[in-house]
């Protein structure tokens, strides 16, 4: 058979079970056992060896123990406690509370490292808070759909583990690389929010309209004192200084992402269990549980993703491919657009962990090949996979939403969404064109 028709065969039979609604793990290792059955018997012998030591890699224990972070701060009352808290610093300034939610967002992701759970856990209670003061439902839920999506780009990210191992590339970098764009995204969509306030205080709106905002609702209404300010974060304070202590274990070379992530998983078990009082053996085990089940999909995920990747290197349909693209005629920056139109379409059918594992390598030797650094090229599909949370027909954030308002349409949601789906396109934009916004950090690491 035609390589390069084996190579679409291949690649568009799995997005063709992926979209279907099957399990992924499920249809990754169906069609790549598949595969092996019709054009290569021989490997079937070999597949369990592969699939051993594919798996039997210690950057992979970062993920479980990363899952095990998060999981007693999504069980706990930290989401309300640190919307509360921005509340009462940001109350003043024009939009603070869709400012509050947008950073609250921010932490949770870093704190949780899921975008859903982001989403779930702060929209759960800024969406009512937010309808109730005026914003308009479009806008309230496309906030916070938006930033759920945070939570694969600022670290600790599940996703950059999951890239650095598909691709062979420094787990820890990758970390370090989303921080600059992570910060950058958050002020760029709290600037956005600022200025939709204030543009409607001088241009009101009617009630009902797409982006209303009901500039004439006094934040100063609320007031309060500096010793509440001080005293609201003695019960987020340990949770982000754990955050801080991991990057600094990772920017300063003194620890690798999993001794970070099981440092951290402990730290945040402990000051759950000590400021939340969550120790009852049932609590505990709702946390373990979660943990376990969550890592264990993750996992089996990647164990399908790996055999998948090894039978496309095998039969040469990955080279193919690469060889492919990179003969097009449209010059580097030309096929990078290409990718990322291409990412663009599959994050829009498939979750991002997917797309990661199944397309990354494929892509890595395109990109290297074209001069550009793997750790760079992190941010930018991560970027790209974020606004694949908030597109149909897959967007998970979306559903997400929908299910703290029910009672608003999935056309409004969608509506509120897109002016921050051009701020991601933006971020990406600036990525490219100063690629340092991504590499800075990572090339001053030490270690």
């Known amino acids: 058979m035609n390589e390069y028709l084996l190579a679409v065969l291949l690649f568009g039979s799995a997005f063709g079970l992926l979209i279907s609604g099957i399990p992924i793990w499920a249809g990754l290792a169906g069609i790549s056992v598949l595969a092996i059955l019709i054009f ?3 490997l079937m012998q070999t597949l369990p060896f592969t699939l051993y030591g594919s798996m039997d890699n210690f950057a992979l224990l970062a993920i479980p123990l990363f899952i095990l972070l998060s999981a007693p701060i999504a069980e706990s009352q930290a989401s309300k406690d640190l919307y509360e808290t921005l509340h009462k610093w940001l109350h003043k300034v024009p939009g603070g509370i869709g400012i509050a939610n947008m950073i609250g967002c921010g932490i949770f992701a870093a704190l949780c490292g899921s975008s859903p759970a982001t989403a779930a856990a702060i929209g759960g209670i800024g969406i009512p808070e937010m309808r109730r003061r005026g914003y308009s439902p479009a806008l309230a839920t496309g906030l916070i759909a938006h930033g759920g999506t945070f939570g694969i780009l600022i670290p600790p990210s599940v996703t950059m583990i999951l890239y650095g191992v598909a691709t062979e590339t420094s787990i820890g970098k990758c970390f370090i690389a989303g921080v600059i764009p992570g910060i950058l995204l958050v002020l760029l969509s709290c600037i956005w929010v600022g200025a939709v306030f204030l543009y409607r205080k001088f241009h009101p709106a009617k009630r009902g309209s797409l982006y209303y905002i009901d500039a004439a609702y006094q934040n100063d209404r609320e007031t309060f004192f500096w010793r509440e300010r001080f005293s609201s974060l003695v019960k987020v304070l340990p949770f982000v200084l754990i955050i801080f202590g991991i990057m600094g274990s990772l920017y300063g070379g003194w620890a690798t992402p999993s001794e970070a992530g099981g440092l951290g998983a402990v730290l945040s078990l402990i000051c759950v269990m000590i400021i939340y009082r969550v120790y009852r053996p049932a609590q505990l085990w709702n946390i373990f549980i979660k943990a376990l089940n969550e890592s264990t999909m993750i996992l089996m995920i990647m164990a399908a993703a790996l055999i998948f990747a090894w039978v496309s290197s095998d ?25 990322n139109i291409f990412l663009l379409i599959l994050g829009c059918f498939i979750p991002p962990a997917a797309v990661i594992l199944m397309v990354a390598p494929l892509l890595l030797p395109i990109i290297q090949g074209l001069g550009f650094d793997p750790v760079w090229f992190s941010v930018i599909m991560t970027v790209n996979l974020e606004i694949g949370l908030v597109t149909p027909p897959v967007g998970l954030n979306l559903y997400v939403v929908k299910s703290i308002a029910p009672d608003i349409p999935m056309s409004k949601v969608l509506l509120g969404a897109a002016p921050f789906v051009l701020i991601d396109c933006l971020l990406i934009v600036f990525l490219c064109i100063w690629p340092q916004l991504a590499l800075w950090l990572p090339n001053k690491m030490i270690g």
Do not use: D, H, R, V
């Open 40 to 42: 290569s018997p021989n």
């Open 315 to 339: 039969l040469y349909a990955t080279q193919t491919l690469g060889e492919l693209i990179l003969k097009l005629p449209l010059g580097k920056w030309g096929i990078i657009f290409f990718i």
